[in-house]
Structures are given as structure tokens and as C-alpha cells.
């Protein structure tokens, strides 16, 4: 009896296996996979990079360029954002953030009494490194990017013209404020550069484009002057037509006048 139990299981085993080996093999030859030619794909990428890429080789945006137009209400209404963590008059308070007067200009991580964070402490080179107008830009763009490790958990002012307000309104606290700073001249467009702009002051360019003006001023007509010149071509035309009408007419004429008349030698022969 136990002979014919194994035997039973022995079978119903044998039996699995070959269901799940039958099952297998119509599977795959009725889902059948073909092997790829090259395993993965390539994902091209244009020369040059992206968008991001160009961004990142034209380097961060020079704020100098903003500055002479830049709004000191603008800027004291963005800083509203900042009040909660930071005091702007002379001798305030350390908040969250330290005391900002005078901050344009001043040695960075050196308000009195107030425990700055290691990496700014590290980016500070013991007073060397001051707060000016692009350093000071790009930390308030993105903070933690600028300084990595900074306390400042402020998400950053992603305009430009947000950035130069502030720094604006920035300025004006402060006993003696930074001089404004000279765009860089590859930051300018090649149309306002200093050398355009010399040029297009020069005598030779003044009088070249006087000259110029004067002729563009001395071949303008009214409509007026137009139809009366217009008038007296068509007129002169006119006139021409008539004198070689009677051009022609007076050579026919005169040649009728010579056929009718007999020469010397034809009279002489018929006498």
C-alpha cells in the first residue's frame, strides 16, 4: 500500500511538471520575443546642451547692469518678504537673520552678536570677502545653491529686477552708501558699447549722417509737386510728338515737290 501511495504522488508530480513544461513552451511560441539588435537605445542630445546648459556657460547674471534703473520703493516693498527675520536700522536687533544696516559694502558674517554658520563663517576668509553688489545678488538668488551649508532658509528672489530693488533699497542704509557699479562690457549688448558709442559721436559720423539727412530731406516731395511735375512731362511729351509729326510731314512734302519737278538732264533730252 505505501508502494502504490508513492506511486501516486509520484505520478501527480510527473504530471505538474510536464503541464507547466507544456504551458511554457506554447507560451513562448505564441509570445515569442525577438532579441533586440542593440541592446538599449541612445538618447541623443543636441550639440551645445539645453537651454539650461547655454544659461550656465553665459555664467550668472550681472546685476551691475540693472542698477542704474533700479526702484528703491520696488525694492523696500519686495523686502517685506525678509522683515520677519531681519531688522534694517542702525543698531537694531538680531532676528533669525542679523541686523542689515550697512550690509552693502560690509565684510560678510560680521554683525555683532549674532552665530553665523560655519560655511558662511568659511565663505567670510576672516573679513576679506565683503558684501557687494553681485556676490550679494547671487546669494539672495538661491542662498543655499550660492553658500552650501548657509542657516538662511529663504527660497531666494528669482528676478533679476526683484534683486536689484533690494539691493537698491539696500544702499540707502548705510551712512555712506556703495558707489553704483560699471556693467562689464561683455555684459552690455554690442550696440551700446563704449566703442559704438565713440564712434557714432565722431565728427566723420556727425557729418555722415547730417549729409545723409540732408539728401533724404531734399528728395522728399508733396503730392503736389509731384502732379505738377508729372503734369509737365506729359506735357513736354506732348509737345515732342507734335514737332516730329510735323517733321514728317514736311520731308514728305518736300519730297512729292522734288519728283514733280523734271532735272536738267531729262528736259535737255527731249528737246
Known sequence: MNTSYFNAIAGAFLAVV???????????????TREPVQEGFEIEVAEGGGEAGGQEDAGPFQIATLMAGASVDDGANVFKKCQS??????????????????V?????????DFAYSPALVEYAAGGETHWLYQNLSEFLDNPKR??????????GLKKPEDRANVIAY??????????????????ADAETTPEATEASATPEAASDAGAAADTSGSTEMTPAETTEEKAEESKTLDEAAAEGTDAVTTDVDALEEEAAEPTATETESSN
Open 18 to 32: 510536464f503541464v507547466v513544461m507544456t504551458v511554457s513552451i506554447a507560451s513562448d511560441a505564441i509570445f515569442h
Open 85 to 102: 527675520c531681519h531688522t534694517v536700522e542702525d543698531g537694531g536687533a538680531n532676528k533669525v537673520g542679523p541686523n542689515l544696516w550697512h
Open 104 to 112: 552693502l559694502g560690509r565684510p560678510v558674517a560680521s554683525a555683532a
Open 146 to 155: 550660492y553658500i552650501s551649508g548657509t542657516k538662511m532658509s529663504f527660497a
Open 170 to 187: 539696500l544702499r540707502t542704509l548705510s551712512p555712506d552708501p556703495l558707489p553704483l557699479p560699471t556693467p562689464e562690457p561683455e555684459a
